[in-house]
């Protein structure tokens, strides 16, 4: 009973962080219509969010085994829930910016804690992937949540409308929720101190170091890297694509990139039964191929749209529905090579592991957000949409080389000190 409850408050702290990192493309969306700001400084949000990330991760993730995971992410929730109740409070581009810091400081811990916590949860490789592409489904699922949460505070008559902020305490109250249920779950941490626990903070930056100059684990955080910056591209951009190239209302725009979301929690989750009869790498090669089809097949679609008065779902441009079927293809890539990447680890390294993961995920981010804001302002939106086609190249080159290291490197082997 007490394993379901961890369970289901790491299912649930993954569904707050869903809803915020994921609300940035909406945020985007409405602060250019509420606040009048352009789109590079809106895409500012990004960087506090990823950059804050990268760096709390960097510097506490070796540490976090002598806080507790379960008080890590207690203490995420705090700062966080603090975080939306300023938002309707002191509603302003500055407090969003200090907003999504809080969010980037709250997830930099979580996002460790949670991924450690899966391996004291497990006992063997399957049940590993199994319970990490359980917990990022339920992670899409609160990212689907998000957007039709968010949508249902736009005013549909005026955009621009400062009502949207309301949301964010129905945020602090779900903050508040998994902060009850966290403080009546137990989690036995006595695997994760099984060395390491007296590392002063050279030594745990060491061992962090030592585990990147290692083959397998660079070619790993190099194909973490370029996923998350396609994903990003997509997630991030997609509310004001549709929006601005295949005009529609700004509530519908939000709502429609639902559907990415749904996509990915579909694909997740499936992926653990596809995963018994498939193999990874095989897996993952196929869906990286399908997601650059995908593109070329979809963004001719979205070529000169006209405005149509009183768009609605079944007269919404064909594009509009498949380009979020990348969620689809792109869902298990993240979370698969996640997992083989920590079970070649003992639990005492997963949290440094997971640290250089998050760290290098959020510049992964942050830099496909940018990279997208940029072209989106100097061309249009296709133009910024087809540029993931030269990350999705480099992704095959990085998995093929993250596959050969993995046939390489027996479990444990990265431990080892360098030669």
């Not at 008080?71 to 500055?94: E, H, I, K, Q």
């Not at 003992?346 to 830099?367: D, Y």
């Not at 296709?382 to 596959?403: C, D, M, N, Q, R």
Request: hydrophobic share 55%; proline share 5%.
């Amino acid at each position: 009973m007490n394993r379901f409850r961890m369970i289901l408050a790491l299912a649930l702290i993954y569904v707050v962080f869903a809803i915020l990192l994921n609300s940035v493309g909406t945020v985007i969306l409405q602060s250019i219509a509420t606040f009048g700001v352009d789109k590079p400084e809106a895409a500012a949000l990004e960087r506090y969010k990823d950059f804050t990330i990268a760096f709390v991760s960097f510097l506490v993730a070796s540490f976090l085994p002598i806080l507790g995971y379960r008080r890590a992410m207690m203490l995420a929730l705090v700062v966080v829930g603090a975080g939306c109740v300023a938002m309707p409070l002191f509603p302003s581009f500055l407090t969003t910016k200090i907003l999504f810091a809080c969010v980037g400081f709250g997830f930099a811990l979580t996002k460790v804690a949670v991924y450690s916590s899966i391996g004291l949860l497990t006992e063997d490789k399957t049940a590993h992937s199994r319970l990490t592409n359980a917990i990022e489904g339920v992670f899409m699922l609160g990212v689907l949540s998000g957007n039709w949460l968010f949508s249902g505070f736009v005013d549909a008559t005026d955009p621009g409308n400062p009502t949207w902020i309301r949301v964010y305490w129905a945020l602090a109250a779900l903050c508040a929720l998994v902060f009850v249920l966290l403080t009546t779950a137990r989690l036995d941490e006595s695997a994760a101190h099984a060395r390491g626990q007296n590392d002063s903070f050279a030594d745990a930056l060491s061992k962090m170091l030592r585990l990147f100059v290692r083959p397998l684990v660079y070619v790993f955080l190099a194909s973490a890297f370029l996923y998350v910056l396609i994903e990003q591209s997509f997630s991030t951009w997609l509310p004001t694509f549709n929006n601005e190239v295949l005009k529609l209302p700004n509530a519908m725009s939000i709502q429609l990139a639902s559907i990415l979301a749904a996509m990915t929690a579909v694909g997740r989750i499936g992926a653990g039964f596809v995963l018994a009869r498939i193999a990874w790498y095989r897996l993952l090669n196929a869906c990286v191929v399908g997601m650059a089809a995908l593109v070329l097949l979809a963004l001719p679609m979205a070529r000169d749209i006209a405005v149509q008065p009183g768009v609605g779902w079944f007269s919404a441009p064909i594009a509009a529905y498949v380009i979020p079927l990348m969620g689809l293809l792109m869902a298990p890539i993240y979370p698969v090579i996640n997992s083989v990447a920590l079970t070649a680890l003992p639990k005492p390294m997963h949290a440094a592991m997971t640290g250089l993961i998050v760290v290098f995920s959020a510049l992964g981010g942050t830099l496909g957000s940018y990279i997208t804001a940029q072209v989106f302002l100097r061309f249009d939106g296709i133009h910024a949409f087809y540029f993931s086609l030269a990350p999705t190249t480099l992704l095959l080159l990085t998995l093929f080389l993250f596959k050969r290291e993995t046939d390489r490197v027996p479990a444990g082997a990265l431990l080892e000190t360098p030669a």
